[in-house]
């Protein structure tokens, strides 16, 4: 049964990489046997367009035809969540293409914009729920710096179902939480690591990039949460955190490079990454990721 995306957003968003081939376009047909993977081990919502999808190193051209594909290979399986952002035109080019390829909703990036007004914000998501044809969305928030009062602003307007949390800062989650209708979901942004931290103050379902190579844990690890076994949930996390450790080194600059790293590992070559993102891994980063693979029955 294809669950609704309310039940969806309660669940592991799963950042999909995006693959290059040879020539370093875009290559998405290598995602068909993560996808697969993913979406049996239990994986709630693919979500296309994503950081780990290395959606500020795309074109907007390229971003469009990564919603499509995604789309088309998840075939309706479980709900698709597409990512939109950047300047106002390109967001809305993107919200309409997502719409059109068949996306369930949208995960809206925070503008990067150095000047970035609260209200503009508002009058961003409007713009972007106008031209998708009123598709739910989801906020994705980097910078809580903006205050309890705007988070509450902009999950007032219309159609904003989810909030995707990815600051380090579970209180002001939970002050946001509190402020603003009981309906919307908060879904941790900051994937396994943080997800009990998000969960004790009332977040449900994470975001993961883990998916991508290990699907069956991050699985684990929900339903850990789910049933308030917190202890568990922390065992599980804790096999898995040299993979995020190096995931946060170079300013978090190797976020996506461990993870097509881990993949070329496994067999399933997704291209490397672009620049400003680090490639490869170094040699000592190299050794750490292939023994985590190793200890874990990964390779």
């Not at 469009?64 to 950047?86: H, I, N, S, T, W």
């Not at 998916?211 to 069956?216: A, D, F, K, V, Y």
């Amino acid at each position: 049964m294809v669950l609704t995306l309310d039940q969806a957003l309660t669940g592991i968003s799963g950042i999909l990489v995006t693959p290059y081939d040879d020539a370093g376009d875009i290559d998405p047909y290598r995602l068909a046997p993560i996808i697969d993977r993913a979406l049996s081990a239990g994986m709630h919502m693919p979500v296309v367009n994503g950081n780990t999808g290395e959606f500020y190193a795309l074109t907007t051209q390229e971003a469009c035809a990564m919603a499509q594909e995604v789309v088309d290979m998840v075939d309706g399986r479980a709900p698709v969540l597409a990512g939109v952002g950047r300047g106002i035109r390109d967001a809305v080019q993107l919200a309409k293409a997502s719409a059109a390829a068949g996306a369930t909703a949208l995960m809206v990036h925070q503008p990067p914009d150095p000047f970035v007004a609260p209200r503009g914000v508002v009058d961003y998501l409007n713009a972007i729920a106008d031209a998708s044809g009123g598709l739910p969305m989801m906020i994705y928030l980097r910078n809580d710096t903006i205050g309890t009062g705007a988070i509450a602003d902009l999950c007032a307007v219309q159609g904003v179902k989810g909030v995707k949390w990815a600051t380090p800062n579970p209180m002001k989650l939970a002050a946001a939480k509190a402020a603003c209708d009981p309906s919307i979901v908060w879904v941790g942004g900051l994937a396994e690591v943080w997800a009990p931290s998000f969960y004790a103050v009332g977040a449900r379902g994470f975001t993961s990039g883990l998916i991508n190579i290990w699907p069956e844990r991050s699985m684990a690890i929900h339903a850990a949460l789910e049933r308030g076994d917190y202890a568990q949930a922390n065992v599980l996390i804790a096999a898995m955190e040299p993979f995020e450790n190096i995931r946060a080194q170079e300013m978090n600059g190797t976020n996506v490079t461990g993870v097509k790293a881990a993949l070329q590992a496994l067999g399933v070559d997704c291209g490397p990454t672009r620049p400003p993102s680090a490639w490869p891994l170094t040699p000592a980063q190299m050794a750490t990721m292939t023994q985590f693979l190793k200890s874990n029955a990964l390779s």
